[in-house]
């Protein structure tokens, strides 16, 4: 078993930048890839970022450059750093891992508004 609970979310203007943190209740590094999700109203889960074990990082075309996921293993925890932001990120953000079974959190809003 393995919970996941994000937090960090919020309401930013556009142009603001917010840090999502992901708090694992074990050894991160015990799963191959973490990764961040984000789900906006009337669409479909989207991937955002990875993160492997050894550090490899992966982003969807339409973050890159502005978003950037981290992680402090030592203190099981993830982040996903957003920069930039644009009302089209509007989302409910998700951390994933998989450990024998699929994991996710329960998710945190990010609504980008002036």
């Known amino acids: 078993q393995v919970q996941l609970v994000e937090s960090g979310g919020g309401l930013v203007q556009p142009g603001g930048s917010l840090r999502l943190s992901c708090a694992a209740s074990?050894?991160?590094?015990?799963?191959?890839?973490m990764r961040w999700y984000r789900q906006a109203p009337g669409k479909e889960r989207e991937l955002v970022a990875t993160?492997?074990?050894?550090?490899?990082?992966n982003y969807a075309d339409s973050m890159k450059g502005r978003f950037a996921i981290s992680r402090d293993s030592a203190k099981n925890m993830v982040y996903l750093q957003m920069n930039s932001l644009k009302p089209e990120d509007t989302a409910v953000y998700y951390c994933?891992?998989?450990?024998?079974?699929?994991?996710w959190g329960q998710g945190t809003q990010v609504t980008v508004s002036s």
């Open positions: 074990r050894n991160i590094l015990s799963f191959n890839v």
């Open positions: 994933n891992c998989f450990y024998f079974g699929d994991y």
């Open positions: 993160i492997n074990s050894i550090g490899s990082t």
